[in-house]
């Protein structure tokens, strides 16, 4: 009975927009849609979830101007996914497409759980440990297919400290190139040795041909990147293995 199959799906559909409206801080739009029918409900499966959503808020400083998801099958726990609530037997293999406006970009650099994500750089410099700390950073589009990184580092090298200011140019990255570092310039100080510089090319280097990064119980690849006037859209590729809650955002990693 397709009437009553789409009926649970509409039910189903309207608690989950429900439960993750009610998780985010501020949303402006938010749609989802889950296909699936009564039996396969009891039996924990569902065989599609899609999400669209705008002005997305959460964790008070993180926002996402546009958002699409679609995920492959899905199991779930059945008597949770009744009431919306999306917990996961099996991980799931989802699609997105993110759109992040400059301003929002900038805003989540500058927020607590970034700044907690961060990690301090050890660098092997002929023997010697060098310590670069990110004290802060920004991000500017200079044209649509340049994206400038300027902030400010934290040196540490043979036990003096020194602050270093530092503008890095790249390519964003697409379907058939990686990320490509077109530039990268002191500002403050003395400056980078050249095999400090090399070091330090070799990590930024590594970090960006990563083939993913993983955040809470997601790992993340990014397919596509295109840079507009005001914005950045990213394609991105996720492996699910939970469906994170506000409540574990909030956990230090």
């Known amino acids: 009975m397709p009437d009553k199959e789409r009926l649970e799906e509409h039910i189903l559909s309207q608690a989950a927009e429900n439960t993750l409206s009610n998780q985010l801080d501020e949303v402006e739009q938010i749609d989802v849609d889950v296909r699936t029918d009564l039996l396969k409900i009891v039996q924990g499966q569902v065989d599609e979830v899609s999400l669209t959503g705008q002005g997305l808020v959460f964790q008070k400083d993180i926002r996402v101007q546009e958002i699409k998801v679609k995920t492959d099958s899905v199991a779930v726990n059945p008597l949770n996914a009744i009431f919306g609530q999306i ?26 759980l970034i700044r907690s994500q961060s990690q301090k750089w050890d660098l092997n410099v002929d023997g010697e440990i060098v310590n670069f700390n990110l004290q802060e ?117």
């Open 137 to 253: 950073i920004q991000v500017s589009l200079p044209d649509s297919d340049k994206i400038e990184f300027r902030g400010k580092v934290l040196l540490n090298e043979l036990g003096n400290s020194r602050l270093l200011d530092f503008t890095a140019r790249l390519k964003p990255f697409t379907h058939s190139q990686p990320f490509l570092l077109e530039s990268f310039n002191c500002h403050q100080g003395d400056g980078l040795s050249v095999n400090l510089m090399a070091a330090l090319m070799q990590k930024v280097k590594e970090m960006l041909q990563l083939p993913y990064f993983e955040w809470q119980n997601m790992l993340l690849s990014i397919k596509d990147m295109k840079v507009q006037a005001d914005n950045i859209i990213m394609l991105v590729k996720a492996h699910v293995k939970q469906i994170p809650s506000t409540d574990s955002m909030l956990s230090p990693q």
């Open 87 to 112: 917990e996961l037997n099996e991980p799931v293999n989802a699609l997105a497409r993110i759109v992040m406006t400059v301003a929002d970009i900038n805003h989540a650099l500058s927020s607590d």
